[in-house]
């Protein structure tokens, strides 16, 4: 006994004082720069920044992401070689470290901003508005797609810029629809090629149709095709009781109870995606994700995608999902930080960005560089889609949104008195109780 | 006279001894606990965005934290899952302690075996249990196999979205029904029990080893002279070990207690809190306001629903304190 | 020893078919318990692919040993290595338990066993602060701990993780379990408060002691969220924070996560069954009792 513990002492010790060491150092310099890309700088233009600016950026993301970022900085580097990036990613609960450090005066420069972070750091001040620093640098509002700055812009100022985005499109597995013997979907299709491709699939094969569960997301581009949306444009009350919503869900529930629709639990899948990898069912509403994880955990399974099907009004619409590069309002080298922002979401960065194939760049000339066919066809949707939100309140919003899908697809209530609940309940949740 | 001063100067020496053992507990509290209990008390009579200046507001907050039907579901979930499971975990516990204590060989690797689940971070036991769980899952597939054997057909349940509950199950097995706006009335649901028993299997081997612990300080004289009046180890285990591991359960239950009302990490990675909210919890509701996780930051509300839970926990406390500890021998 | 005699009794009532049965319900019992860890074990040398295969095979087609070398090799560039983290989450485990143990002995000896003033409101106030969730003063204290500058220290995760109500609560409770006639002996012997403390009531504690020590250890090796909020920098992270970048919303490295999480489990594991020897020394206090 009086061994062990003697034992952990002198291990606690030794730890003790290799940790002090460790402590003091000073992190050396990020290495391994790569080269730079043949982008050349033309609508990036430099501007001076303060001397000696030392920036942390964060962000989330995997090893793949991290490492797009370190070159990103080295392509920097080669504009400002003074300014010193130090990149600090935070690998879970992103938002919720942002947020502590940013209370605690101790956020980095320049950070991933999303709704959540633009909910909780637009308003109260802790973001540095872009605008003036972006005209010094030559870049201007008009350069982004339009629809993917809204959630960053409050009263007209820009406090974030767009570093990619994502949407929505029907990926499917052909090999299913070679057993049925029909033919692949095209982007011409609407609800009922749909409903019957996946009736036929799941009474011919062992492919289940068409998989979607209980989801806000997923169910975005049925009610908006049909002239839904979730609330008014002015987010001050829920738009979820309307028929616009209602016929959308009325489709949805049929194709469920038909069995021509599943959930991706029904088949032995976590998520929708994963049943397509699995081959379980032959479609399902997936974004750009599907590429790197397909890749990398379903290497053999041939997939394809095609836009989001249209509504049977013949209008097609989907959802956007887009995240921003801000600064801190409280850096100590605004310049420098902003500068660093602009270039990272700039048409050259993101060009070498489009060229890995990671993400889908935030330029509209720019969707041209998406290498992936299955990329190009999501891709090809996102245009005519709406950004997933609706004020600050997005996420209550879309939690409502998916309780009253669940509910009908549980049968616990009619569609009639679950969007009507909803409603009451998101409307509420807008009044702010 | 003089004996009277010098107990009285033992008195003195045995306060100053207990501040003296306290001290590293009593400094730590006063730097990181105290201010921010007050801190936090102060922010729930407040509106508070964590950046700007808090905003009175008086009891606003407690009283949308009552109004609010999802914290009243949750607070009515978290009763079905804390008086199930602290039961359950403890009987568990003090049954797979005992079985250990025995002398057999090789107990020293049952022991590891019996620990393991404890160890498991609950990311994995969770990814482990919804495959489990799954309609094509073990489970389904156990009950099939079962049902078949007494002639029966099993149907199939997906487990962690089947939100019948326990009551209503019971009231349509008599041909009856509980509506679903009555959801007061339906007792814990089928998902509920399912991530019940989740929990019981990855807490008990934890409060096993605090019994395991105490018994080895029951001492054997008792058992022995209780041998020779011939009791039986039956008899034995209630009127020696159980009387003996008093203190020890207070702490399991109370702890267990603590544990179960504040549990939200499993509701976060399996269910966010469906079907139907029947497994929404208050420290879920409390985490996502005051942190904003799917809205604005509400620190003020989250600690105002915080402190309704902690007061309920302090009653629960209370009256186990004083169940369990009134029948201690104090030494 | 009151174990052999229960044994003999067992013997004696229904031999050898007893302990074949108990056996038996021991193994049943830890199959149950074991099949998750040993289940993890096995994914750490599949596929991604094999891992969420359905149905579930038991063992890799292929045993991917390099999903341990890879897992062991990666670098994040910035001392982010695996090594490294490894010993950071063990520095940090080692030190806080070892500090718990001793600063809640101390605090346990004085509840359980010394008469104080305030004891009573002392103690109700250690159990409530129990009762509030952590999470409500997640940012108040990193905002706290960044104006007395220990964000990026180990100490941000050491000061507050030395003492804490929980090993002061369970102390307590173990040591009133202790009978107290030893006690009373080396009191009228004239021993100090320290004296009993070191020579009666540690000796007599150790299975409660490295409960705590294995609780402490793992919860600090388990620690997720401070360790998150309060080490930034990727030579500082721990295990548990860094096997999140091998865990990505739709791109997970399951095979990879699992190695780290073997590297969780195992080490506690591995205390537990070394200090498990320590719970079956009984103290025989036959000779105090008269």
Partial sequence: MKRVLTLIMVLAFLCAGTALFANGKQEAEPSGLAEMTGADATSFTKFAVEEGAKLVLSGWGDQTEQKIYIDAIARFKKIYPDVIVDYQPIPADFQTKLKAMMAGGTAPDVFYVDDQLMTAFGSTGQLLQLDSYMAEAGVARSHFIESLLTIFTLDGDTYGLPKDWGTLGLVYLPEAFAAAGIAEPTDDWDWNDLYNAAKIISEKTDYAGFGQNADWARFAPWAFANGGSYTNTAFTSATLNTSAVKKAAEFVLKMYNDGVLVTSADVGAGWCGEAIGKELVAMTYEGGWMVNYMRNDFPDVNWKAVQVVKALNGVRSNVIFTNALGVNAGTKYPRAAAAFTIFLTSRENQAAVAETGFAYPAHPDQLGLIQDPNDKAIAAGGLIGRVAYWGPNTGKINDEVSRALERIYLGAMTIDESFAEAERKANAILAGE | MKKQSSLSEMKKREEIAAYVFLSPYLLATLVFTIGMLLFALYISLHDWNLFQSPEFAGVKNYIKAFRSEDFRRGFLNIAWYTLIVVFTQTFVAVFMAVILFKPIPGKQFFRTFFYAPSVTSSVVISMIFIWLYLKTGYINLLFGKVAEIFGGEWQNVEWLNKPDGLFQLLARGVGGDIEYGKWYLHGPSVTWMAIMVQAVYTTSPTFMIMFLAALVNIPSSLYESASIDGASSWKQFWKITMPMLRPITLLVVVLGTMGCIQMFDYVKLMTAGGPLGTTLVPVYQIYTETLGINGPIRAGYGAAMAFILAVVIFALTYIQRKFIEEKTEQY | ?290
């Fill in chain 3, 1 to 290: 020893m009151e174990t052999r005699i229960l044994l003999r009794n067992t013997i004696r009532i229904s031999g050898k078919f007893k302990i074949g049965l108990r056996y038996l319900v021991l193994l049943g019992i830890s199959v149950v318990l074991f099949a998750p860890f040993v289940l993890s074990f096995l994914g750490t040398l599949k596929t991604n692919a094999e891992i969420i295969a359905w149905p579930p095979k038991i063992f890799p087609e292929n045993w991917l040993w390099n999903n341990w070398a890879d897992t062991w090799n990666t670098d994040l560039g910035r001392g982010g290595t695996f090594p490294r983290w490894l010993f950071n989450t063990s520095f940090l485990a080692i030190v806080t338990a070892t500090l718990q143990v001793l600063f809640c002995a101390m605090g346990g000896y004085a509840f359980a066993r010394l008469k104080f003033k305030g004891k009573n409101i002392i103690f109700t106030f250690m159990l409530s602060s129990m009762m509030l969730p952590g999470i409500v003063t997640l940012v108040p204290k990193y905002v706290f701990m960044a104006k007395i500058h220990l964000i990026n220290t180990y100490w941000a995760l050491i000061l507050p993780g030395s003492v804490e109500a929980f090993g002061i609560f369970l102390l307590t409770q173990y040591f009133k379990s202790i009978p107290g006639e030893l006690e009373e002996a080396c009191k009228i012997d004239g021993a100090s408060y320290l004296d009993i403390f070191r020579n009666v009531i540690i000796p007599l504690s150790k299975p409660a002691l490295l409960t705590l020590f294995i609780l402490k250890f793992q919860a600090m090796w388990n620690n997720f969220m401070e360790a998150l909020l309060y080490l930034s920098k990727v030579s500082m992270w721990t295990l548990n924070v860094a096997l999140m970048t091998f865990q990505q919303q739709y791109v997970s490295q399951r095979n990879l996560v699992l190695v780290g999480v073997m590297f969780n489990a195992f080490p506690v594991l591995i205390l537990f069954f070394l200090f498990s020897k320590y719970y079956m020394e009984g103290v025989s206090f036959s000779g105090l009792k008269g």
